[in-house]
């Protein structure tokens, strides 16, 4: 189970590859790769026939590395925090009127 | 009497009394038909219903949900889609 390739069928990550890796109990697993990290039902996933070697509850960098060595596409993932722009260097360079 | 246009009805009546306490009858566009899945044609979440020149000032996320084919399939048909796509 651990290391199969995934596609997420519900949510705003619907249609995006990921990764299992590591397995909660019979109906819920950790997933990573081109998703956030999170818990997922077993449900809402389509697993593939392909899969990659990684440890049990392996990193998000070791996740990537083993994506890129088996040549699928990486997309950009939602991160937990974005860089806050305060007013001010919105309004750089910018005469008000 | 209405004008002539107005005594169709092809606009709905909205009735409102004004400040100095007369009945008024204003004559405003219908609403369109609810977004439905293109697929199953259920009608969708996550949607609003109303005429283009309201929709202009509200934000996109309010508009459909962030998903693959969000607006256009319901959940159901996206995920057999999904489903299809990744067994190809």
Not at chain 1, 17 to 35: A, L, P
């Given at each position: 189970?651990?290391?199969?390739?995934?596609?997420?069928?519900?949510?705003?990550?619907?249609?995006?590859?990921?990764?299992?890796?590591?397995?909660?109990?019979?109906?819920?697993?950790?997933?990573?790769?081109?998703?956030?990290?999170?818990?997922?039902?077993?449900?809402?996933?389509?697993?593939?026939?392909?899969?990659?070697?990684?440890k049990k509850g392996a990193s998000t960098e070791e996740v990537r590395e083993a994506m890129k060595k088996a040549k699928m596409k990486l997309t950009s993932r939602r991160t937990k925090t974005k860089e806050k722009v305060t007013s001010k260097e919105k309004n750089n360079g910018k005469s008000k009127k | 009497m209405p004008r002539p246009n107005k005594r169709s009805r092809t606009l709905r009546r909205v009735f409102f009394r004004t400040p100095g306490g007369t009945n008024k009858i204003l004559y405003k566009k219908r609403k369109p038909r609810s977004p439905h899945c293109a697929n199953c044609g259920k009608p969708l979440h996550g949607t609003i219903r109303a005429i283009t020149s309201v929709l202009r000032n509200v934000s996109k996320s309010k508009k459909h949900p962030k998903r693959k084919f969000g607006g256009n399939l319901c959940f159901n048909c996206t995920k057999r889609r999904l489903i299809q796509e990744s067994r190809r």
């Open positions: 189970m651990i290391g199969r390739i995934a596609v997420k069928l519900v949510g705003r990550e619907a249609g995006k590859e990921c990764v299992i890796v590591e397995q909660v109990n019979d109906s819920f697993v950790i997933i990573d790769g081109n998703v956030k990290r999170r818990k997922c039902n077993l449900q809402h996933l389509e697993l593939t026939e392909k899969v990659l070697d990684l | -």
